[in-house]
């Protein structure tokens, strides 16, 4: 069964999409230390339109300056203990407000306990995604997670599309619903003739995708069974295939610091790639593995930037504790700050008390506060340490 239907938040109302467990429910059992408790979704901002190149026009990804790879390359410092796998990953592409499309054959419910996550939006994905033998990968305004191949397969079939073939399209289906018939719904709204697609039986959520070309649409669906489209022939005729991650298909991208490491992750991928330059441009030709390698270069030499201190008065973190010990929280609130959390003698008897409450939207010193309010101690910031002490 697919996850049942959950509200989105009001920051992104436009596009969600199913997954393969069921909805998760948070452990009742005690010392369970749970950030972030969200809902796993496929989420796409209002007007998401993905352009798309054949080979022979390639996709042009300007590392530096596009959306997506901007978005992930926000600073980031969270901690996830005792999340499911899905939760945790949805969570942080809701806060980069990043698309996001995960491998069904992952189990989304799988604990995790990944402890402190960062210092990027993108490195805290990859480090969640890797618990489970996972990778990540932006193909242009979407992360894919996944297993390795999958991931890869999925990046090979969305570069082989037709660039802007078709007009957008609205696609909603209701709970319940077979992939079959959601291939059927986007046929029938992109105005499309063809046979039907026999589709592995499954039931996935009501959703509802809101301008999105029906090319991915249709992609992202058969990717969830291995299956893709024959670009040569659509959309004058639609025509499925298995899909390979063997194939090079080319990129043009926009690399100024971090060319040089960029271009050798992806020669020591895959040899036989090929680069052509252009002024500050590149269109490298290689395998999707190759070009994942780069991405992911690029993404380590920009969280090297992102050493700022962190906030604690921005309100966007939420906790979920249940009989948890005080001295826990503490620790584990100072970590995601960056801080070094002391417990002075004074404050080590009261800090074993344990605490459950809930909050939202909250920052690192509100969460803090009301944690020190419940265990009855003091708790004084500074620029490298979170002190708790007695009263």
């Known amino acids: ?199 592995p039986h499954d039931l996935w959520a009501a959703n509802e995708w809101a301008s999105v070309d029906p090319a991915v649409a249709l992609t992202l669906v058969l990717a969830q069974f291995d299956l893709r489209l024959v670009a040569a022939t659509f959309p004058k005729r639609m025509k499925v295939e298995s899909a390979t991650a063997r194939e090079r298909y080319a990129v043009k991208y926009e690399v100024t610091p971090e060319r040089t490491k960029f271009l050798a992750a992806v020669r020591q991928r895959d040899r036989a790639s090929q680069v052509q330059t252009q002024g500050q441009t590149m269109v490298v030709s290689a395998s999707a593995a190759a070009h994942r390698a780069g991405t992911n270069q690029f993404f380590i030499e920009q969280s090297k930037m992102a050493s700022s201190p962190t906030d604690l008065d921005t309100e966007n973190l939420a906790l979920n504790l249940l009989n948890t010990p005080a001295n826990q929280v503490f620790e584990k609130l100072a970590g995601a700050a960056e801080r070094t959390c002391v417990i002075q003698d004074s404050a080590e008897e009261a800090c074993k008390t344990l605490v459950s409450f809930e909050a939202k939207k909250s920052s690192f010193r509100k969460l803090v506060a009301e944690v020190a309010r419940l265990a009855e101690v003091t708790a004084e910031w500074t620029d490298q340490s979170l002190i708790i002490s007695g009263r």
């Open 1 to 199: 069964m697919m996850p049942q239907k959950r509200p989105l938040r009001e920051t992104h109302p436009a596009l969600f999409g199913p997954g393969p467990q069921p909805w998760f429910r948070p452990s009742s059992s005690p010392e369970k230390f749970i950030f972030f408790r969200c809902f796993f979704v496929l989420l796409l901002s209002v007007g998401f339109h993905v352009k798309l190149s054949a080979q022979v026009s390639p996709p042009e990804t300007t590392l530096d300056s596009a959306p997506i790879f901007a978005k992930l390359s926000q600073r980031s410092v969270n901690v996830f203990d005792g999340n499911p796998f899905g939760e945790a990953l949805d969570e942080l592409a809701e806060q980069a407000n990043v698309a996001i499309w995960i491998d069904r054959k992952i189990d989304h419910s799988a604990t995790i306990s990944a402890g402190q996550v960062g210092p990027t939006v993108y490195l805290s994905m990859q480090q969640i995604a890797e618990i489970r033998d996972c990778v990540i990968m932006p193909v242009r305004d979407i992360l894919l997670v996944g297993r390795p191949e999958w991931v890869e397969e999925t990046a090979v079939s969305l570069a082989r599309l037709p660039n802007d073939s078709l007009d957008p399209i609205n696609v909603s289906w209701s709970n319940a619903t077979t992939p079959s018939e959601i291939v059927e719904s986007i046929l029938d709204e992109a105005k499309l003739r063809a046979e039907a697609i026999d589709l």
